[in-house]
């Protein structure tokens, strides 16, 4: 009986394993002749795996962290094809979504109807309060998809209102991971940087709070979102060592996720950041702070 349950199982996987779609061909300009493009592989290993290995991996998964680079639209690519399959292999619960904060919940969830029954989003800035910031050429794509599903669509960050109030008062973060002086003082660090150390020391704290408390909210809202859940979020709010996971692990979820992080070819991603890395190829570099120089 063993043996004839095991045949059926290797049985079953070969039939999904053929029926996955192959990922899409890179977009981004760069990188495209690197040795590592196109290359998944289990930090905890240092194995490279295929892409149906990979998502044999992520379907047990309760909680499935991506990170991405938002301007590669290799990444957007990716997230598309990993949340068709994935939901081939499972039955989904629901998408989060870094670039949806909850004010716009409502219209979201209306969109959804609309896009359920058929009917065309003819415009998404109206029909669902987005943000311009987030590329809707990069973003578009998959949250129409994902506004065709029978699952929720879900906003996963802070309110304009409520960033602002973190910065009139930094509230307490409670938790031993999230708040270790090593994580705080490494966000400082990137915080600073990201801001072409141009912003002023005393303006720092206030960032750092606004950072751990996006963290926060995301690892909330994973916890409270119908499962299995995918969350969809820039690469340093996915890592295991600085961002979401910390907070999941302090809130009592330290179990059940899984990271995977979208990284441009030559970029350095190991065990401490992520479960795996899919490297993709790259955009061409911006100094975006030369317009900031005097």
């Given at each position: 009986?063993r043996?004839?349950?095991?045949?059926?199982?290797?049985?079953?996987?070969a039939c999904?394993?053929?029926?996955?779609?192959?990922?899409?061909?890179?977009?981004a300009?760069?990188?495209?002749?690197?040795?590592?493009?196109?290359?998944?592989?289990?930090?905890?290993?240092?194995?490279?795996?295929?892409?149906?290995?990979?998502?044999?991996r992520?379907?047990?998964?309760?909680?499935?962290?991506?990170?991405?680079?938002h301007?590669?639209?290799?990444?957007?690519?990716?997230?598309?094809?990993?949340?068709?399959?994935?939901?081939?292999?499972?039955?989904?619960?629901?998408?989060l979504m870094?670039?949806?904060?909850p004010?716009?919940?409502?219209?979201?969830?209306?969109?959804?109807?609309?896009a359920?029954?058929g009917?065309?989003?003819?415009d998404?800035?109206?029909?669902?309060?987005?943000?311009?910031g987030?590329?809707?050429?990069?973003?578009?794509?998959?949250?129409?998809?994902?506004?065709?599903?029978?699952?929720?669509?879900?906003?996963?960050?802070?309110?304009?209102?409520?960033?602002?109030?973190?910065?009139?008062?930094?509230?307490?973060?409670?938790?031993?991971?999230?708040?270790?002086?090593?994580?705080?003082?490494?966000?400082?660090?990137?915080?600073?940087?990201?801001?072409?150390?141009?912003?002023?020391?005393?303006q720092?704290?206030?960032?750092l709070?606004?950072?751990?408390?996006?963290?926060?909210?995301?690892?909330?809202?994973?916890?409270?979102?119908?499962?299995?859940?995918?969350?969809?979020?820039?690469?340093?709010?996915?890592?295991?060592?600085?961002?979401?996971p910390?907070?999941?692990?302090?809130?009592?979820?330290?179990?059940?996720?899984?990271?995977?992080?979208l990284?441009?070819?030559?970029?350095?991603?190991?065990?401490?950041?992520?479960?795996?890395?899919?490297?993709?190829?790259?955009?061409?570099?911006?100094?975006?702070?030369?317009?900031?120089?005097?």
């Amino acid at each position: 009986m063993r043996v004839v349950l095991l045949s059926c199982l290797m049985l079953l996987a070969a039939c999904q394993s053929r029926n996955v779609l192959p990922p899409p061909a890179p977009l981004a300009a760069l990188g495209r002749e690197h040795a590592d493009l196109g290359r998944i592989v289990d930090l905890a290993s240092g194995q490279s795996i295929s892409p149906e290995q990979l998502l044999s991996r992520l379907a047990p998964a309760q909680r499935v962290l991506v990170g991405e680079q938002h301007d590669n639209p290799d990444h957007h690519a990716l997230q598309l094809w990993l949340s068709r399959e994935l939901s081939r292999l499972r039955p989904q619960g629901s998408m989060l979504m870094e670039m949806l904060n909850p004010d716009q919940q409502n219209k979201v969830d209306q969109a959804q109807k609309t896009a359920r029954a058929g009917q065309a989003i003819t415009d998404p800035f109206d029909a669902l309060a987005w943000q311009p910031g987030w590329g809707w050429s990069l973003y578009g794509p998959l949250v129409l998809h994902q506004l065709r599903q029978s699952y929720p669509l879900l906003a996963a960050n802070l309110d304009r209102t409520e960033i602002m109030q973190i910065y009139r008062r930094r509230p307490t973060l409670a938790g031993q991971r999230s708040g270790a002086a090593e994580v705080q003082a490494r966000l400082l660090a990137d915080i600073r940087e990201s801001h072409c150390g141009l912003l002023p020391d005393s303006q720092l704290p206030a960032m750092l709070a606004v950072q751990q408390q996006r963290d926060r909210r995301m690892a909330e809202a994973l916890m409270a979102a119908p499962q299995p859940s995918l969350l969809l979020a820039g690469a340093f709010h996915a890592r295991k060592d600085l961002g979401v996971p910390l907070h999941l692990a302090d809130l009592g979820a330290q179990s059940g996720n899984a990271v995977l992080i979208l990284a441009e070819v030559g970029r350095s991603v190991d065990a401490s950041m992520a479960d795996y890395v899919w490297f993709t190829a790259a955009q061409p570099e911006q100094d975006h702070c030369a317009k900031l120089r005097p």
